[in-house]
């Protein structure tokens, strides 16, 4: 009974903290945004816009209702999971006595600056090396076969809402809870042994501002049908919702591109940048005439782990095959 109030608390959390991507607030802006946008750029009535927004073939389509589904298996999986994990504390405390060991670093070499400075510094570094890390794991996960196998179940949605952010496979999850830990713990750690206790978040509603002001600007957007784009100049630096778009098209062309969460430079700066474009232009998925089988929840529970086992043993084939022919070879060159 106690675990079932715990598992409510966290699913109505979701919706309550600021803290969350599907903060009520932040999708009620987001509206907002999509309403202006529907208005003011393509020109619809507001009755149009709001029933294209509200779109009945996309949030009663099977793959948003995998979503939904999703989102409730896996935040009771996180639940019973969470408390496995290595915490942020444990690294955290790691790191910082760790740095004691390097002998160009001392404790407290720099806690003579301004205390703003210090707090400006953090939250900035917070967010970039934390957007960074976003970029860099789903950039593998696009490159690696047993990673891809995971991440395959995010790109499998045909539609987007803003639910299909949580369409991840548990691994998946770990693994970006893991990423998030380790962040968090390498800039607290290293910002209190070289600045001190004046180390401080510059924040709005306990959020870190930049990751506020993300929230603010529509972030729910980019797993949506509203293609928002924006100035071509501005693409370079910040990922527009349809850009994150674009990441989910079958088009081979698109493929491999705009991994980054809110920041694009990473993606500019590593030659996976692609500029927007028309949302109506996409076709979602991992392959075309996608088959409504692929929103299956058992498979999309299950499959990752065959395909993972299967990958396995093909390379372990491969390795046999590979020590069996330097043997053959061996012993002709012996015999000759
Ligand atoms: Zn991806
Ligand atoms: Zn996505």
Request: hydrophobic share 45%; charged share 20%.
């Amino acid at each position: 009974m106690e675990i079932f109030s715990e598992y409510l608390i966290k699913i109505g959390n979701q919706f309550i903290d600021p803290k969350k991507r599907v903060f009520v607030a932040y999708i009620a802006i987001s509206i907002i945004i999509a309403l202006g946008w529907f208005i003011l750029n393509r020109k619809l009535s507001l009755k149009k816009a709001i029933k294209k927004i509200f779109d009945k073939k996309i949030f009663f389509s099977k793959s948003a209702k995998s979503d939904y589904k999703i989102f409730f298996i896996n935040q009771l999986i996180m639940m019973i999971v969470s408390p496995l994990l290595i915490t942020q504390l444990t690294i955290a405390t790691a790191l910082y006595f760790y740095f004691h060991s390097i002998d160009w670093l001392s404790v407290g070499m720099f806690k003579n600056t301004l205390p703003i400075i210090v707090i400006i510094c953090f939250t900035s570094f917070q967010f970039t090396l934390d957007d960074f890390s976003k970029y860099i794991i789903h950039r593998f996960m696009h490159r690696w076969p047993i990673l891809w196998s995971l991440h395959k179940v995010h790109h499998s949605a045909t539609v987007l809402t803003p639910m299909t952010v949580f369409r991840t496979h548990p691994l998946e999850g770990i693994i970006f809870s893991l990423r998030s830990s380790l962040t968090q713990a390498v800039s607290i750690s290293s910002f209190i042994f070289l600045f001190g206790n004046s180390v401080d978040l510059l924040t709005i509603l306990g959020v870190n501002i930049f990751v506020f002001l993300f929230n603010i600007f529509g972030s729910n957007l980019r797993h949506s049908h509203i293609g928002i784009r924006y100035w071509r100049w501005v693409e370079y630096i910040f990922i527009s919702p349809a850009q994150h778009q674009l990441h989910h098209s079958i088009a081979s062309e698109h493929h491999d591109k705009n991994f980054g969460a809110a920041l694009a430079v990473w993606d500019w700066l590593f030659g996976s940048l692609h500029h927007s474009v028309e949302y109506e232009t996409l076709e979602l998925g991992i392959e075309k005439n996608q088959k409504d089988e692929t929103h299956n929840l058992k498979d999309l529970y299950i499959n990752p782990f065959i395909e993972i086992k299967n990958y396995i043993l093909r390379r372990l084939k491969k390795l046999r095959n590979k020590a069996y022919s330097i043997n053959i070879k061996r012993r002709i060159f012996h015999e000759n």
